[in-house]
């Protein structure tokens, strides 16, 4: 089930908010676990029994864990184990396909006959779930997390369905309480409903919209540079209002039922350096690397080939949890040498002067290039030129550089560009504009979401982004 979606906006979530405050607060938790398996697997419904096998599996695992009975050794056999446990589930169904894949790549580049290579259905959001179950074991064994009292609550938190399919990844730490106790507030409640609304004219208007000029002119054959760079000027607002916009939602969503989910996105075009842009872009994917993968390598303790090795790792694993595929490990390479360029470290501060600022953004076309991913085949002209993805616009692809050009600066999409670009550079964000709810906030909040529905039934099915990962 997607956000964006009339099965969403007009049936579940009006009955799940229904229910969920005719119901005392005893009974809420097992409600939103059971209209979260209902959100999760309303396509796929085997996916929940995954869902639930690994939940299991690492409520137990933390039981154990924190048991004062438990041995060192134990503790640290268990710990192992539901850590393997989950990254084995997590590379067979995220990385089987791709392994096989290369593994006939191999066998044909010696000269051997491949393989029939078997099908793997990828769960939806089990890159999210997976790395919220690793922290809650970790954690546990650290002491920096309780365990959870009830497996219900831990299933709930597995399950929350605001956050399950595409994040933010929450750490159990920080909503640990609000499974015995939450504040409902109309003040909260309507807070969620405006970064609900925000969210989703993000998804609806804006991302969208800078999608359809982003696939004509990645697939376009050989457009001008100048169009080049409106192109992936046009993903990089897509990639930012399409996943911002779903946090939003995310977080909207968890105010509704009383829960804080926390933010994830801070205005990162603004950054100043590369350290400060991964402080605002996916904040708690990059706090959850830093604190789980790059501090327990060492970190910057050890010199700076040292720290630059470690970068390189954590890149490395945040770019193949991205998604299975080479142009992810290009754009890990590509992030590290942006780090190096740059002489920034992970925990540095990002108090750099306007050289330090223009580094930032000459990188990050790097960024969205390695990210959209190459097609086949030689490319001419500039360098995002060479970054194609597929073209769903419109139903045919851009042959021309002056088809193209018409095409993407038409008057519509200029406009949508600038309105993009305002919103970007503005400091005042949705989280900012949530903070208080009034009649002129209102006044334009409705029509906004009115303009939304109607965009949105207009527009052919459209899933967010971070879905595939």
Same mark, same amino acid.
């Given at each position: 089930m997607?956000f /964006?979606?009339?099965?969403?906006?007009?049936?579940?979530l009006?009955?799940?908010?229904?229910?969920y405050?005719?119901l005392?607060f005893?009974h809420?938790?097992?409600?939103l676990?059971?209209?979260a398996y209902?959100f999760?697997g309303?396509h796929k419904?085997w996916?929940?029994?995954?869902m639930m096998y690994?939940?299991?599996?690492?409520?137990y695992?933390a039981?154990?864990?924190?048991?004062?009975?438990?041995s060192?050794?134990l503790? #640290?056999g /268990?710990?192992?184990m539901?850590v393997i446990?989950?990254?084995?589930?997590l590379?067979?169904f #995220?990385?089987?396909v791709?392994a096989?894949e290369n593994?006939?790549a191999?066998l044909?580049?010696?000269?051997?006959?491949?393989f029939?290579i078997?099908?793997?259905? =990828?769960?939806?959001?089990?890159s999210?779930?997976?790395f919220q179950?690793?922290s809650?074991t970790v +954690?546990?064994?650290?002491g920096?997390?309780?365990?959870?009292?009830? $497996?219900? +609550?831990f299933?709930?938190?597995v399950?929350?369905?605001?956050h $399950?399919?595409?994040?933010p990844?929450?750490?159990?730490n920080?909503i640990?309480?609000?499974?015995?106790?939450r504040r409902?507030?109309y003040?909260?409640f309507a807070?969620?409903v405006?970064?609900?609304? =925000?969210?989703?004219a #993000?998804?609806i208007?804006?991302?969208n919209?800078m999608?359809?000029?982003?696939?004509?002119v990645?697939?376009? +054959?050989?457009?001008d540079?100048l169009t080049?760079w409106?192109g992936?000027?046009?993903y990089?607002g897509?990639i930012?209002?399409?996943?911002?916009?779903?946090?939003d939602?995310?977080?909207?969503?968890?105010?509704?039922?009383g829960f804080e989910?926390p933010?994830?996105?801070?205005?990162?075009y603004?950054?100043r350096s590369?350290t400060?842009f991964?402080?605002?872009w996916?904040?708690? =994917?990059?706090s959850f690397?830093?604190d789980?993968?790059?501090?327990?390598l060492?970190?910057?303790?050890?010199g700076?080939?040292r720290?630059m090795?470690n970068l390189?790792?954590v890149?490395?694993i945040g770019?193949l949890?991205?998604?299975?595929?080479w #142009?992810?490990?290009?754009?890990?390479r590509?992030?590290g040498s942006?780090w190096?360029?740059?002489?920034?470290?992970?925990?540095?501060?990002a108090a750099c002067?306007?050289?330090c600022?223009?580094?930032c953004?000459?990188?990050l076309?790097?960024?969205?290039?390695?990210w959209r991913?190459?097609?086949?085949?030689?490319?001419?002209?500039?360098?995002?030129l060479r970054t194609?993805?597929?073209c769903?616009?419109w139903?045919r692809?851009?042959? /021309?550089?002056?088809?193209c050009a018409a095409?993407?600066?038409?008057?519509n999409h200029v406009m949508m560009?600038?309105?993009?670009?305002?919103?970007?550079?503005?400091?005042?964000?949705?989280?900012d504009l949530?903070?208080d709810?009034?009649?002129?906030?209102?006044?334009?909040l409705v029509p906004?979401?009115v303009l939304?529905?109607a965009a949105?039934?207009t527009q052919?099915?459209?899933?967010?982004l971070?879905f595939r990962?």
């Open positions: 997607v /964006t979606s009339n099965i969403f906006l007009f049936y579940f009006p009955l799940v908010l229904l229910l405050y005719a005392p005893r809420r938790n097992a409600l676990t059971l209209a209902v999760y309303w419904p996916f929940v029994l995954l690994s939940t299991v599996c690492d409520y695992a039981r154990i864990i924190a048991a004062p009975a438990s060192q050794r503790r #640290k /268990t710990l192992a539901a446990n989950n990254l084995l589930l590379a067979y #995220k990385y089987g791709f096989q593994a006939n191999l044909h580049l010696l000269g051997q006959q491949g029939r078997m099908q793997i259905t =990828l769960p939806i959001g089990i999210f779930y997976t179950t690793i809650y +954690d546990v064994y650290r920096t997390a309780p365990p959870a009292r009830r $497996l219900s +609550d299933t709930c938190f399950a929350l369905f605001p $399950l399919i595409a994040g990844i929450v750490r159990y920080t640990a309480d609000q499974f015995g106790h409902h507030t003040e909260r807070s969620g405006v970064l609900f609304i =925000l969210g989703f #993000k998804k208007l804006l991302a919209a999608g359809r000029i982003a696939d004509v990645f697939a376009a +054959d050989s457009p540079a080049a409106w992936l000027a046009a990089a897509q930012y209002f399409d996943f911002s916009g779903y946090s939602i995310a977080v909207g969503l968890g105010r509704m039922v989910i933010r994830n996105f801070n205005s990162p603004l950054s590369l400060e991964w402080q605002r996916h904040m708690s =994917l990059s690397l830093r789980y993968l790059y501090f327990p060492g970190g910057n303790r050890y700076a080939r720290s090795i390189w790792l890149m490395l770019g949890w991205h998604g299975a595929s #142009k992810f490990v290009l754009w890990a590509t992030t942006g190096r360029w740059n002489g920034v470290s992970p925990n540095a501060t002067g306007r050289s600022r223009g580094r953004r000459s990188w076309p790097l960024r969205w290039c390695c991913g190459c097609r086949s085949g030689p490319r001419t002209g500039p360098p995002p194609c993805g597929p769903s616009a139903g692809r851009c042959r /021309t550089a002056s088809s095409r993407v600066f038409s008057l560009m600038g309105i993009c670009a305002f919103v970007v550079t503005r400091r005042t964000q949705a989280w949530a903070r709810v009034s009649w002129p906030k209102l006044a334009w906004l979401f939304g529905l949105m039934y052919s099915f459209n899933p967010f971070y990962f």
